[in-house]
């Protein structure tokens, strides 16, 4: 089993891969990589295990959306959740929190999934239609819903890493986003959490909620605005290009989401990805929905956080390299102001 180990100094937490260690030649750079990635999506088609047809070669459906005449592990499904082969984070055992002298760690206890985004192995994102978007938003909805019982999980993470540099192998390029739920809040999200709190604390207001009114007062930053959902470059990016998109109705949690904003959201989703496809010539990204941890270990501690927190989702263009400064120092140099960036996205045809 894997394990989670705590760093002292900064709080964090880091899952240490046990189970399968690398050796050190996969570590070595290998300039025919990207030329082995560069290979024909269709000659993966026919052994892509995500690929309708090849059920039998995942482990067994947690879910689907499928046609209603089907059964489960069998052709006729929309979308498909099942464990990761290779998870970093297993259901099955106990926390075991323990010390180790000053030290702090605890069995890698959790959840990995694969959630396949479409039958269709070359469909990307922003090729899907509006529907079958839909039917991806909830999925992820019912995900977080589910494993949100066990009350060992404190944060549900679902991402979406697209593009060739994320590709081993033809199956990994089929659509599909992952989940990781952990038994501890990951840092960057902790930082939102406690950035929120701070904020409500002071001002009585959510911070997310004054920020998605000042970039609709003043435009600049907006990239599309569709129904209940504003689509916006943020003030102080992490990299170019970046995008958030974020509900007008306040509610912390991705599971509170109604009909018609699945809707909204599919569409805006799908519009987005589009104008960053077409903006920077197909980019790898990656995307990531922040919702509120699981308030049931711990719900006094959250009394507050139906009112400071505000999900969303953080769209990031992998287009730039961080070097020494931004590693060393956690500054970030951004190349194009977000309001640059911004009119760009918005200028392309709306998806």
Request: proline fraction near 6%.
């Amino acid at each position: 089993m894997h394990e989670l180990r705590k760093d002292p100094l900064l709080g964090r937490w880091v899952i240490v891969a046990k189970n399968f260690k690398k050796a050190l030649t996969d570590y070595i750079f290998d300039s025919s990589e990207s030329h082995k990635r560069a290979l024909d999506q269709i000659s993966y088609q026919e052994r892509c295990g995500l690929c309708s047809g090849n059920e039998n070669e995942t482990p067994s459906e947690i879910m689907a959306y499928r046609e209603t005449s089907t059964l489960p592990n069998s052709p006729g499904w929309w979308t498909r959740v099942f464990p990761n082969q290779y998870p970093v984070l297993k259901v099955e055992g106990e926390l075991n929190r323990q010390g180790v002298g000053m030290y702090d760690k605890m069995n890698g206890i959790g959840a990995h999934e694969i959630i396949v985004e479409s039958p269709e192995h070359n469909k990307s994102p922003e090729e899907m239609d509006i529907s079958q978007m839909e039917r991806v938003i909830l999925t992820y909805r019912d995900r977080i819903s589910d494993l949100e019982k066990d009350c060992r999980l404190r944060y549900i993470l679902i991402y979406k890493d697209h593009g060739s540099r994320f590709s081993v192998n033809g199956t990994s390029l089929h659509p599909h986003s992952q989940l990781i739920a952990t038994p501890v809040i990951p840092k960057k999200i902790k930082e939102e959490l406690d950035g929120a709190k701070a904020y409500y604390d002071y001002k009585e207001r959510c911070i997310f909620c004054d920020i998605m009114k000042e970039e609709l007062k003043t435009g600049v930053r907006i990239v599309e605005e569709r129904g209940s959902f504003v689509a916006f470059c943020p003030f102080a990016p992490l990299s170019p290009f970046e995008v958030w998109i974020m509900p007008k109705r306040h509610t912390c949690s991705f599971t509170e989401i109604v009909k018609e904003e699945t809707v909204d959201l599919a569409g805006i989703l799908r519009s987005v990805l589009l104008r960053i496809r077409d903006v920077l010539n197909m980019p790898d990204y990656s995307y990531t929905l922040h919702t509120a941890p699981n308030r049931i270990p711990r719900g006094g501690h959250w009394h507050t956080l139906k009112d400071d927190f505000h999900w969303h989702l953080e769209i990031l263009p992998r287009i730039t390299k961080a070097a020494g400064f931004e590693w060393g120092g956690g500054f970030y140099i951004i190349s194009t102001p977000p309001e640059e960036a911004a009119r760009y996205l918005r200028e392309r045809k709306k998806g």
